[in-house]
């Protein structure tokens, strides 16, 4: 699938961002981008298409529950830029980021339709799921948004609950279930629900240098303080430079060694180079044990072998070089 020549993510514009006037806007959390968000942002596409128009997200930062709740709860799937990675990927053009805040929030569903899809985006346009609400209280009903649409010349589509996609039955996908899968580890099932391998993006930081000295050196990762995944063993490939190679990642407190904060440490196969401050993004592609306090680090070295040679059989060999 092509992606977006140039994509465009713009946070609270006051006007219509350059080359975005009279788009098409899906509107929706997309936490994720799983493949029950993709009904909604796939019809959109296709109606911009169809219509000669730019295609671009309404999405909104905080996640409204982290707003109401006064701090952050919500384990997120996907970072604002992440997420907007993944739109990229998918051939739109861009995404429009809303601060949630209680002004946003105050708003009732005749303002957010003219203050924020009129206004502030100038959309042509406006895809949503059957269940979509917005405005103060949810009082904006996917009824509502298209009859008045339709009255301030707004083209509204609706896309009812799809059961299936070219994958198979898409019933049981949301973000909670995969949320849930992440949460027990299954990396698997929450593959099957996203569409594609759960992955986090960050910047590689300086740990205690353990893993040099017992001649397995990582890449670490500080992640977000919501992330839930399960605290485990892990296969995984790491794209750097615009490159994918495999490895083995370690998710947890290091129980053998501190029991300090939840750190993800990547140990890259047959590789040398030095990524510190560089950003890497992390798939996740198999569970492989749960993180274990070990009774020395010789034991937990042997552990580390297995691991090692685990995650090698799953991967398979590395690709040819090029």
């Not at 977006?4 to 713009?10: A, N, P, Q, T, Y």
């Amino acid at each position: 699938m092509a992606k977006s020549e140039k994509f465009v993510v713009s946070v609270d514009p006051e006007a219509p961002p350059p080359g975005l006037a009279g788009a098409v806007v899906a509107i929706g959390n997309f936490d994720g981008v799983h493949r029950g968000h993709r009904a909604v942002i796939f019809r959109a596409r296709d109606l911009a298409r169809k219509l000669g128009r730019p295609c671009v997200v309404l999405t909104f930062e905080p996640h409204p529950a982290d707003f109401f709740a006064g701090a952050p709860t919500i384990f997120r799937l996907t970072s604002r830029d992440a997420k907007a990675h993944r739109l990229r990927e998918l051939g739109l053009d861009g995404m429009v980021v809303m601060s949630f805040d209680a002004k946003l929030a105050g708003l009732d569903a005749e303002a957010f339709l003219s203050e924020i899809l009129l206004r502030r985006l100038g959309a042509a346009a406006v895809v949503v799921g059957y269940d979509f609400h917005f405005g103060a209280k949810r009082a904006g009903t996917p009824a509502f948004l298209r009859t008045r649409g339709a009255e301030l010349g707004l083209t509204v589509e609706i896309v009812e609950k799809v059961t299936a996609d070219e994958q198979g039955s898409i019933e049981a996908v949301s973000s909670t279930a995969t949320r849930e899968a992440l949460v027990s580890g299954d990396v698997a099932a929450a593959a099957a629900l996203l569409g594609h391998p759960w992955s986090v993006t960050g910047e590689v930081i300086h740990g205690a240098k353990l893993g040099r000295t017992l001649g397995y050196p990582t890449a670490n990762l500080a992640l977000d303080e919501t992330c839930g995944l399960r605290h485990a063993i892990y296969a995984v490939e790491v794209e750097v430079d615009g490159g994918r190679l495999k490895g083995v990642a370690s998710f947890g407190r290091r129980p053998t060694v501190d029991n300090g904060p939840p750190l993800l440490e990547i140990h890259i196969f047959d590789f040398d180079g030095n990524l510190y401050g560089k950003e890497i993004e992390v798939f996740f592609l198999a569970f492989l044990r749960r993180e274990e306090k070990f009774a020395s680090l010789d034991v937990m070295l042997e552990q580390i072998r297995r691991d090692e040679a685990e995650a090698r059989r799953i991967l398979g060999p590395p690709a040819p070089a090029a």
